[in-house]
């Protein structure tokens, strides 16, 4: 028994000295202290094995305060505030007819496309130039250097942000067989690579997790899976297709997986009152009874575990994107308790990668949003001319939320700031000061030693 172990039996020291003990095993960065060695020890360069990139979609600053506010308090710090490198990246696109000028307020899709190949493009854009050109995307130039992949999502699997790594389609509602109409190029029909989830087969990433199950149902119209659904050609490229939770648990590593755990976007986390004019009373939010899982934190914890398995043998890691899509989506829909119940769970997905990197250094973990969003917190006396709730936070007082960027009823709308970045691991130095989205894709290339 060592001398501090003896004083951890002694009551009220030993409160003390576990406390010291976790402050020192855990470098916190917002105690007040001199974070000069922290930072510095922090500070790596070379390759990662492998690279865990998490996207909150729509998840600004004025999100991340919200959602830490209301679970953790105003003193408390999330997941994702404890990674010791942080900046700020520039997130707009650009006009497609004149590409040389900026469009102020990116969609997922272009700002997606900005850090999958590198290249600004047009909202609605899919990793193909504003000419149409398809660009290799950061998963792709991973697959082909011999990374296992993975891309994960709590939208459809053939929504913009998981889209931007596995398909090139010019325009983002291109995501089924059947959805073609904006995309006769990229349509099977014209001879094209066919829809995003014909294309995500294709691409054939060892994990995708998400909904969308029925983009997949659809019938492929012209090549050698004519008049079979995407899922029969998923099969055939040797896919294990799970659809819940327990089907999620039992994956093996040995064969790719393709989960789809809901027709479209997955469900919500948790609900509460919807904004409205003239503000609601203050309540907190409550779980979705009608929530059917895996949670997002279940879908990272799997895929990181298959995609470690997968790639032991080998000299090279994985690459895995994972997504909390609906973040955004919830912002749109003026929905806080919604929103925020996303933002919590995409922080325990955070976790278990910071979990999986702590005993895995070389892995490369970037937590990062494609746009900023609507909601913003505002003074409780303020009267405002859009849509607001109160919720009781975690600090037991009142928290006012205001959505004001389109007319109240209407969508909610992105907002053109720059948003927050933060890493650690090798290359992570990369995202300190203020940088652009498209930065990302050699930050995230550098560290897998690709090219293209
Ligand atoms: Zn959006």
Redesign the pocket.
């Known amino acids: 028994m060592t001398s501090s172990s003896r004083l951890i039996r002694r009551g009220a020291i030993a409160a003390l000295a576990v406390g010291a003990l976790t402050a020192a095993a855990m470098p916190t960065f917002a105690s007040g202290g001199d974070r000069t060695d922290a930072v510095r020890s922090a500070i790596k360069g070379g390759k990662a094995r492998n690279v865990i990139l998490l996207i909150g979609?729509?998840m600004g600053d004025s999100e991340i305060t919200i959602a830490r506010n209301y679970a953790k308090g105003a003193a408390g710090r999330l997941a994702l505030d404890t990674l010791p490198l942080t900046g700020e990246y520039t997130t707009y696109a650009v006009n497609k007819s004149d590409p040389s000028k900026p469009d102020y307020v990116t969609?997922?899709a272009a700002s997606g496309s900005g850090w999958a190949t590198g290249h600004k493009t047009y909202n609605g854009a899919i990793s193909v130039t504003p000419d149409g050109k398809p660009q290799p995307t950061v998963l792709e130039l991973a697959k082909k250097a011999g990374f296992r992949t993975g891309d994960v999502t709590t939208a459809e699997l053939g929504d913009a942000t998981p889209a931007v790594l596995s398909a090139h389609v010019a325009d983002r509602s291109c995501e089924g067989p059947a959805d073609m109409a904006k995309c006769p190029q990229q349509d099977k029909v014209n001879g094209g690579p066919g829809s995003i989830s014909e294309q995500q087969v294709q691409t054939g990433a060892d994990v995708y997790f998400g909904g969308g199950k029925a983009r997949f149902a659809q019938t492929i119209k012209a090549g050698q899976f004519q008049g079979k659904t995407v899922l029969d050609q998923a099969a055939a490229a040797g896919y294990n297709v799970v659809s819940d939770a327990a089907g999620l648990a039992a994956a093996k590593p040995g064969k790719k997986v393709l989960g789809l755990f809901a027709d479209g976007n997955m469900p919500l986390e948790w609900t509460g009152p919807l904004a409205k004019v003239g503000g609601t009373d203050p309540a907190k939010c409550t779980p979705n009874a009608q929530f059917s899982g895996p949670h997002l934190r279940d879908m990272a914890n799997k895929a990181i575990s298959l995609l470690d398995a997968q790639s032991k043998r080998g000299k090279k890691g994985f690459f895995l994107q994972i997504e909390g899509a609906s973040i955004?989506?919830q912002?749109?829909a003026a929905n806080p308790c919604g929103q925020i119940g996303e933002n919590v769970e995409f922080d325990r997905a955070v976790q278990a990668s910071l979990d999986y990197a702590r005993h895995h250094r070389d892995t490369l973990v970037v937590v990062t949003a494609d746009h900023g969003?609507t909601s913003q917190i505002i003074p409780l006396e303020a009267q405002s001319p859009g849509q607001t709730a109160t919720l009781i936070t975690a600090d037991g007082s009142n928290m006012k939320i205001n959505y004001a960027t389109n007319t109240p009823g209407q969508s909610q709308e992105?907002t053109g700031t720059e948003v927050r970045i933060a890493a650690q691991g090798p290359q992570a130095a990369n995202v300190v000061g203020v940088t652009d989205q498209t930065d990302l894709f050699h930050t995230l290339s550098r560290a897998l030693g690709v090219r293209h």
Do not use: A, F, L, Y
């Open positions: 979609d729509g969609d997922s955004d989506k912002d749109h969003h992105h």
